[in-house]
Protein backbone atom coordinates (compact mmCIF):
# COMPACT_ATOMS: atom_id res chain seq x y z
CA UNK A 1 0.00 0.00 0.00
CA UNK A 2 2.83 2.67 1.01
CA UNK A 3 4.69 1.17 -2.16
CA UNK A 4 1.45 2.33 -4.23
CA UNK A 5 1.07 5.74 -2.26
CA UNK A 6 4.30 6.16 -3.19
CA UNK A 7 4.09 5.78 -6.75
CA UNK A 8 1.36 7.67 -7.44
CA UNK A 9 3.10 10.64 -5.28
CA UNK A 10 5.92 10.08 -7.66
CA UNK A 11 3.51 10.39 -10.69
CA UNK A 12 1.99 13.13 -9.68
CA UNK A 13 5.69 14.61 -9.12
CA UNK A 14 6.89 14.07 -12.61
CA UNK A 15 3.18 15.43 -13.81
CA UNK A 16 3.79 18.69 -12.26
CA UNK A 17 7.89 18.26 -13.15
CA UNK A 18 6.66 18.18 -16.56
CA UNK A 19 3.68 21.15 -16.47
CA UNK A 20 6.53 23.27 -14.58
CA UNK A 21 9.07 22.84 -17.75
CA UNK A 22 6.45 23.49 -20.31
CA UNK A 23 5.70 26.45 -18.42
CA UNK A 24 9.62 27.54 -18.61
CA UNK A 25 10.42 26.33 -22.12
CA UNK A 26 10.43 29.41 -24.89
CA UNK A 27 7.19 29.75 -26.26
CA UNK A 28 7.50 29.09 -30.01
CA UNK A 29 5.67 31.62 -32.51
CA UNK A 30 5.19 31.08 -36.40
CA UNK A 31 5.03 34.77 -37.95
CA UNK A 32 5.41 36.51 -41.10
CA UNK A 33 8.94 38.73 -40.95
CA UNK A 34 7.09 41.53 -41.87
CA UNK A 35 5.49 43.04 -39.35
CA UNK A 36 4.77 40.25 -37.49
CA UNK A 37 8.37 39.05 -36.24
CA UNK A 38 9.57 42.70 -36.52
CA UNK A 39 6.71 43.56 -33.76
CA UNK A 40 7.76 39.81 -31.69
CA UNK A 41 11.63 40.73 -31.63
CA UNK A 42 10.38 44.47 -30.34
CA UNK A 43 8.61 42.54 -27.45
CA UNK A 44 11.95 40.24 -26.82
CA UNK A 45 13.22 43.51 -26.00
CA UNK A 46 10.85 45.35 -23.63
CA UNK A 47 9.59 41.94 -22.18
CA UNK A 48 12.91 39.97 -21.27
CA UNK A 49 11.16 37.78 -19.08
CA UNK A 50 9.19 36.39 -21.39
CA UNK A 51 11.45 33.51 -23.54
CA UNK A 52 9.96 34.08 -26.68
CA UNK A 53 11.69 31.90 -29.80
CA UNK A 54 10.39 33.71 -33.34
CA UNK A 55 10.03 30.83 -36.23
CA UNK A 56 10.15 33.58 -39.50
CA UNK A 57 8.10 31.43 -41.91
CA UNK A 58 8.98 31.16 -45.07
CA UNK A 59 6.43 30.99 -48.59
CA UNK A 60 4.66 27.79 -48.53
CA UNK A 61 4.36 26.62 -45.17
CA UNK A 62 1.39 26.75 -43.48
CA UNK A 63 1.64 28.15 -40.26
CA UNK A 64 -1.92 26.60 -39.08
CA UNK A 65 0.07 22.98 -39.58
CA UNK A 66 2.54 23.95 -37.66
CA UNK A 67 0.32 24.52 -34.57
CA UNK A 68 -1.80 21.73 -35.25
CA UNK A 69 1.77 19.13 -35.43
CA UNK A 70 3.14 20.84 -32.06
CA UNK A 71 5.74 22.40 -33.81
CA UNK A 72 4.95 25.57 -32.32
CA UNK A 73 3.07 26.91 -29.85
CA UNK A 74 1.70 29.83 -31.11
CA UNK A 75 1.11 31.54 -34.80
CA UNK A 76 0.84 35.51 -35.22
CA UNK A 77 0.03 36.31 -38.98
CA UNK A 78 -3.31 35.50 -40.43
CA UNK A 79 -7.04 36.91 -39.41
CA UNK A 80 -10.34 35.69 -38.47
CA UNK A 81 -12.02 34.99 -41.65
CA UNK A 82 -8.92 33.01 -42.86
CA UNK A 83 -8.47 31.42 -39.27
CA UNK A 84 -12.22 30.11 -39.78
CA UNK A 85 -11.50 28.68 -42.96
CA UNK A 86 -8.36 27.31 -42.16
CA UNK A 87 -10.28 25.43 -39.32
CA UNK A 88 -12.48 23.96 -42.17
CA UNK A 89 -9.80 22.77 -44.38
CA UNK A 90 -7.57 21.19 -41.45
CA UNK A 91 -10.11 19.77 -39.58
CA UNK A 92 -8.74 21.70 -36.30
CA UNK A 93 -10.61 23.92 -33.71
CA UNK A 94 -7.71 26.69 -32.33
CA UNK A 95 -8.11 29.36 -30.10
CA UNK A 96 -7.33 33.29 -30.24
CA UNK A 97 -5.81 34.90 -28.07
CA UNK A 98 -5.14 38.17 -28.92
CA UNK A 99 -6.54 40.58 -31.71
CA UNK A 100 -3.24 43.14 -32.14
CA UNK A 101 -3.29 45.21 -35.86
CA UNK A 102 -4.06 45.45 -39.16
CA UNK A 103 -2.47 45.34 -42.67
CA UNK A 104 -5.05 47.32 -44.98
CA UNK A 105 -5.08 45.32 -48.44
CA UNK A 106 -3.95 47.81 -50.97
CA UNK A 107 -3.75 48.05 -54.57
CA UNK A 108 -0.70 49.00 -56.20
CA UNK A 109 0.59 49.52 -59.96
CA UNK A 110 4.45 49.83 -61.70
CA UNK A 111 2.20 51.37 -64.84
CA UNK A 112 -0.67 53.51 -63.64
CA UNK A 113 -1.07 56.49 -61.59
CA UNK A 114 -4.17 56.17 -60.94
CA UNK A 115 -7.51 54.25 -61.98
CA UNK A 116 -8.80 56.76 -64.99
CA UNK A 117 -5.27 55.83 -66.61
CA UNK A 118 -6.57 51.65 -66.61
CA UNK A 119 -6.74 50.38 -70.02
CA UNK A 120 -9.91 48.07 -71.01
CA UNK A 121 -8.94 44.17 -70.65
CA UNK A 122 -6.57 45.26 -67.80
CA UNK A 123 -5.17 42.42 -65.93
CA UNK A 124 -5.40 42.74 -61.82
CA UNK A 125 -3.79 39.59 -60.04
CA UNK A 126 -5.18 38.82 -56.46
CA UNK A 127 -4.66 36.59 -53.79
CA UNK A 128 -5.91 32.56 -54.73
CA UNK A 129 -7.04 32.10 -51.33
CA UNK A 130 -10.63 32.12 -51.07
CA UNK A 131 -10.63 34.86 -48.03
CA UNK A 132 -7.99 37.27 -49.39
CA UNK A 133 -9.59 36.68 -52.77
CA UNK A 134 -12.91 38.24 -51.61
CA UNK A 135 -11.29 40.54 -49.83
CA UNK A 136 -9.89 41.62 -52.86
CA UNK A 137 -13.09 41.96 -55.04
CA UNK A 138 -14.25 44.20 -52.01
CA UNK A 139 -11.54 46.47 -52.20
CA UNK A 140 -12.33 46.67 -56.00
CA UNK A 141 -15.83 47.30 -55.46
CA UNK A 142 -14.77 49.81 -52.94
CA UNK A 143 -12.65 51.60 -55.67
CA UNK A 144 -15.91 51.44 -58.38
CA UNK A 145 -13.80 49.31 -60.72
CA UNK A 146 -16.42 46.41 -61.07
CA UNK A 147 -19.67 45.64 -59.25
CA UNK A 148 -20.65 42.32 -57.27
CA UNK A 149 -24.07 40.44 -56.97
CA UNK A 150 -26.25 42.67 -54.02
CA UNK A 151 -25.97 39.80 -52.18
CA UNK A 152 -22.78 40.37 -50.88
CA UNK A 153 -23.08 43.22 -48.45
CA UNK A 154 -20.62 42.33 -46.08
CA UNK A 155 -17.16 40.91 -46.12
CA UNK A 156 -16.69 39.13 -42.89
CA UNK A 157 -19.49 36.81 -43.26
CA UNK A 158 -19.60 36.69 -47.18
CA UNK A 159 -17.20 35.10 -49.51
CA UNK A 160 -16.67 36.22 -53.21
CA UNK A 161 -15.73 35.15 -56.30
CA UNK A 162 -14.53 36.56 -59.62
CA UNK A 163 -17.81 34.38 -60.56
CA UNK A 164 -19.87 36.80 -58.48
CA UNK A 165 -19.65 40.06 -60.77
CA UNK A 166 -22.07 41.63 -62.04
CA UNK A 167 -20.94 44.55 -63.13
CA UNK A 168 -17.02 44.91 -64.62
CA UNK A 169 -16.90 48.30 -67.32
CA UNK A 170 -13.54 48.19 -68.40
CA UNK A 171 -13.34 44.35 -68.74
CA UNK A 172 -10.66 43.92 -66.37
CA UNK A 173 -8.90 40.16 -66.31
CA UNK A 174 -8.45 39.01 -62.93
CA UNK A 175 -5.77 36.79 -62.47
CA UNK A 176 -5.54 34.74 -59.07
CA UNK A 177 -2.01 34.41 -57.77
CA UNK A 178 -0.28 32.85 -54.36
CA UNK A 179 0.21 35.94 -51.81
CA UNK A 180 3.36 36.06 -51.43
CA UNK A 181 4.15 35.88 -55.30
CA UNK A 182 1.79 38.82 -56.04
CA UNK A 183 4.60 41.80 -55.71
CA UNK A 184 6.87 40.05 -58.11
CA UNK A 185 4.19 40.16 -60.37
CA UNK A 186 4.38 43.91 -60.45
CA UNK A 187 5.87 44.51 -63.97
CA UNK A 188 3.53 41.84 -65.72
CA UNK A 189 0.00 43.52 -64.96
CA UNK A 190 -1.75 46.31 -64.42
CA UNK A 191 -2.37 46.36 -60.94
CA UNK A 192 -2.34 44.01 -58.38
CA UNK A 193 -4.00 44.18 -55.17
CA UNK A 194 -0.92 42.78 -52.32
CA UNK A 195 -1.51 41.93 -48.66
CA UNK A 196 0.01 44.74 -46.27
CA UNK A 197 2.75 42.11 -45.30
CA UNK A 198 3.37 41.52 -48.37
CA UNK A 199 3.78 45.20 -49.63
CA UNK A 200 6.02 45.54 -46.71
CA UNK A 201 8.36 43.14 -47.65
CA UNK A 202 8.71 43.89 -51.00
CA UNK A 203 9.66 47.77 -49.60
CA UNK A 204 6.30 49.51 -50.82
CA UNK A 205 4.73 51.82 -48.41
CA UNK A 206 0.99 51.03 -48.20
CA UNK A 207 -0.02 54.56 -46.66
CA UNK A 208 1.77 56.42 -49.38
CA UNK A 209 2.01 53.71 -52.46
CA UNK A 210 -1.53 52.47 -52.87
CA UNK A 211 -3.52 53.62 -55.21
CA UNK A 212 -6.68 52.12 -52.84
CA UNK A 213 -6.13 50.94 -49.52
CA UNK A 214 -8.94 49.14 -47.26
CA UNK A 215 -10.50 51.34 -44.84
CA UNK A 216 -9.60 50.22 -40.67
CA UNK A 217 -12.88 51.22 -39.54
CA UNK A 218 -15.14 48.20 -38.87
CA UNK A 219 -12.36 45.77 -40.66
CA UNK A 220 -12.78 42.38 -39.92
CA UNK A 221 -9.52 41.60 -41.08
CA UNK A 222 -7.60 42.35 -38.05
CA UNK A 223 -4.46 40.57 -37.69
CA UNK A 224 -4.39 37.96 -34.76
CA UNK A 225 -2.07 35.76 -31.84
CA UNK A 226 -3.61 32.19 -32.48
CA UNK A 227 -2.88 29.06 -30.16
CA UNK A 228 -4.00 25.81 -29.34
CA UNK A 229 -7.30 25.40 -27.19
CA UNK A 230 -4.94 23.47 -24.21
CA UNK A 231 -2.50 26.33 -24.11
CA UNK A 232 -4.89 29.15 -24.44
CA UNK A 233 -4.80 29.36 -20.54
CA UNK A 234 -0.72 28.92 -20.67
CA UNK A 235 0.56 31.94 -18.75
CA UNK A 236 3.15 32.40 -21.57
CA UNK A 237 0.34 32.42 -24.02
CA UNK A 238 -1.36 35.29 -21.81
CA UNK A 239 1.75 36.88 -21.47
CA UNK A 240 2.49 37.42 -25.02
CA UNK A 241 -1.09 38.46 -25.84
CA UNK A 242 -1.16 41.30 -22.84
CA UNK A 243 2.24 42.33 -24.44
CA UNK A 244 0.69 42.32 -28.07
CA UNK A 245 -2.65 44.22 -26.89
CA UNK A 246 -0.13 46.80 -24.50
CA UNK A 247 -0.25 50.89 -25.52
CA UNK A 248 3.34 50.30 -25.84
CA UNK A 249 3.15 48.11 -28.63
CA UNK A 250 0.65 50.07 -30.02
CA UNK A 251 2.76 53.01 -30.09
CA UNK A 252 5.62 51.46 -31.50
CA UNK A 253 3.04 50.07 -34.28
CA UNK A 254 2.12 53.44 -35.09
CA UNK A 255 5.45 55.07 -35.32
CA UNK A 256 7.08 52.23 -37.15
CA UNK A 257 4.65 51.26 -40.02
CA UNK A 258 3.31 54.58 -40.18
CA UNK A 259 -0.27 54.08 -41.06
CA UNK A 260 0.63 51.23 -43.13
CA UNK A 261 -0.12 48.86 -39.87
CA UNK A 262 -2.66 50.11 -37.79
CA UNK A 263 -2.90 48.70 -34.14
CA UNK A 264 -6.05 47.94 -32.58
CA UNK A 265 -5.34 49.11 -29.18
CA UNK A 266 -6.64 52.61 -28.78
CA UNK A 267 -3.79 55.57 -28.74
CA UNK A 268 -3.16 56.59 -25.24
CA UNK A 269 -4.55 59.72 -24.08
Excluded at 2 to 24: C, D, E, N, P, R
Excluded at 160 to 189: G, M, Y
Excluded at 216 to 234: C, F, S
Aim: aromatic content about 6%.
Amino acid sequence: MKYAAFKLAGVALSLSLAWTSAQAAALRVAADPVPHAEILNYIKKIDPSLDLKVVELTSGVNANELLASGDVDANYFQHVPYLKDQEKALGKTFAVAATVHIEPLGIYSHKHKDFSSLPENATVAVPNNTTNLSRALFLLQAQKLIKLDPKFTDPATTLATPKDIVENPKHLKILEIESPQIPRSLDDVDLAVINGNYALEAGLVPAKDALGLESAEHNPYANILVTNPQLANDPRIKALAKDLTSPQVAEFIRQHYNGSVIPVAAPQS
